[in-house]
């Protein structure tokens, strides 16, 4: 079973940049599809970004040509690059790995987006 630990998130101003990390452990990392998901208060956890084994990669309507997902098998991680943050972008982020229908959720990670 695998087990990931986001880090990265924080509060930046309207414009600016993060960069998220997921470290997995426990499994090995590159059979597993990954994704990005995010939560706001009050709404529900809905898909940022996902790559899959085959690094095919799909984003959100809202983050396309903005946000960034790539994976690195060497270092088990997947990591989300995001550029010209907005305040609506304000959730907690959480890492997901997918694998023969189950699915493994970090602990997420706070990003806040200052207006």
């Known amino acids: 079973q695998v087990q990931l630990v986001e880090s990265g998130g924080g509060l930046v101003q309207a414009g600016g940049s993060l960069r998220l990390s997921c470290a997995t452990s426990?499994?090995?990392?590159?059979?597993?599809?990954m994704a990005w998901y995010r939560q706001a208060p009050g709404k529900q956890r809905d898909l940022v970004a996902a790559i899959t084994i085959g690094l095919s990669t799909n984003y959100a309507d809202s983050v396309k040509g903005r946000f960034t997902i790539s994976r690195d098998n060497a270092k088990n991680t997947v990591n989300l690059q995001m550029n010209s943050l907005k305040p609506e972008d304000t959730a907690v982020y959480y890492c997901a790995a997918f694998r023969y229908g189950m699915t493994y959720w970090g602990q997420g990670t706070q990003v806040t987006v200052s207006s």
């Open positions: 426990g499994s090995i990392f590159s059979i597993y599809n």
